[in-house]
């Protein structure tokens, strides 16, 4: 049997995000602000290509392709990882660090045809067949909808674009809810999953920023958030801020 698709999932963002305090201070000094994930992958002589796929719900996912100076598998030789990225992240984790420190490379120098993905409402993924960002109907979305539309858009792409038979809470989620889909996926890693947050405490001075569009807290999460804070003498003081919406930041 050949091999068949290989999804690597992040959950959140502190356990995703490849961030070594040495390797960051050994890369070379030049400038990476505001660099795109091709931008970087490009900076460190990979080559990078640009793919977008549309959910069933309308939604378009951008998805980077990473290869090393070998080129792309053309004949759906190599096997093909998707890289999930985590919790209110990009697929730019995955390039950040030096090219022995970023799995997207270290996966392209061992053979592998790398894919990342961008989860709806990012930064690359801020597109949809019905409404724009500035709407609240084009956030009315949660993470079912992820589950169900984006992991499955994703794989089916990369499946076609290279011929092979078909972030973790979202992968957790499609594959539990989709065996169709998990059936065709040869191995699954998670990195630190997270299926619910009801253990998180906040002990420290908080202040809060919110948006009017806000994925993640709902003016009713906002008050009950602060409420909190303030009974438990850590709270600041808060402020709204127009338009801000978490994941498209």
Same mark, same amino acid.
């Given at each position: 049997?050949?091999p =068949?698709?290989?999804?690597?999932?992040?959950?959140?963002?502190?356990?995703?995000?490849? $961030?070594?305090g040495?390797?960051l201070?050994?890369?070379?000094r030049?400038? =990476?602000?505001?660099?795109t994930?091709?931008?970087?992958?490009?900076?460190?002589g990979?080559l990078?290509a640009e793919?977008?796929?549309?959910t069933a719900?309308?939604?378009g996912i #951008?998805?980077?392709r990473?290869?090393n100076?070998?080129?792309f598998?053309? +004949?759906?030789?190599?096997?093909?990882?998707?890289?999930?990225?985590?919790?209110?992240? &990009?697929?730019a984790t995955?390039?950040?660090n030096?090219a022995?420190?970023?799995?997207?490379f270290?996966?392209a120098d061992?053979g592998?045809?790398?894919?990342?993905?961008?989860s709806?409402? #990012?930064?690359?993924?801020?597109?949809?067949?019905?409404?724009?960002?500035?709407q609240?109907a084009?956030?009315?979305? #949660? $993470?079912?909808?992820?589950?169900?539309?984006d992991?499955p858009a994703t794989v089916?792409?990369v499946?076609y674009?290279t011929?092979?038979?078909?972030?973790a &809470?979202?992968?957790?989620?499609?594959?539990?809810?989709?065996?169709s889909?998990?059936?065709?996926?040869s191995v699954?890693?998670?990195?630190?999953?997270v299926t619910y947050?009801?253990h998180?405490?906040?002990a420290?001075p908080?202040?809060?920023?919110?948006?009017t569009?806000?994925?993640?807290?709902d003016?009713? +999460?906002?008050?009950?958030l602060t409420?909190?804070?303030?009974?438990?003498?850590?709270?600041?003081?808060s402020t709204?801020?127009?338009?801000?919406?978490?994941?498209?930041s």
């Open positions: 049997m050949s =068949r698709l290989v999804v690597v999932a992040a959950a959140i963002l502190l356990c995703c995000c490849p $961030f070594l040495q390797g201070a050994q890369q070379q030049v400038p =990476r602000a505001g660099l994930t091709c931008q970087l992958a490009q900076l460190q990979y990078c793919h977008w796929t549309t719900d309308g939604f #951008n998805i980077q990473i290869a100076a070998s080129g598998s053309k +004949d759906g030789r190599l096997i093909p990882v998707v890289l999930q990225h985590g919790f209110l992240d &990009t697929s995955w390039v950040l030096q022995h420190q970023s799995l997207a270290i996966l061992s592998y045809d790398v894919w990342l993905p961008n709806r409402g #990012n930064g690359y993924s801020m597109n949809s067949t019905r409404f724009n960002p500035g609240d084009f956030w009315a979305w #949660n $993470f079912d909808q992820m589950a169900l539309y992991v089916s792409y499946q674009i011929g092979r038979p078909k972030g &809470t979202i992968s957790i989620g499609a594959f539990s809810k989709l065996p889909l998990a059936s065709g996926i699954f890693v998670a990195l630190a999953p947050t009801a998180q405490r906040i420290c908080t202040y809060v920023f919110y948006g569009q806000d994925y993640l807290a003016p009713q +999460d906002v008050a009950t409420a909190a804070l303030r009974a438990s003498g850590n709270y600041l003081g709204s801020l127009e338009g801000y919406a978490h994941m498209g």
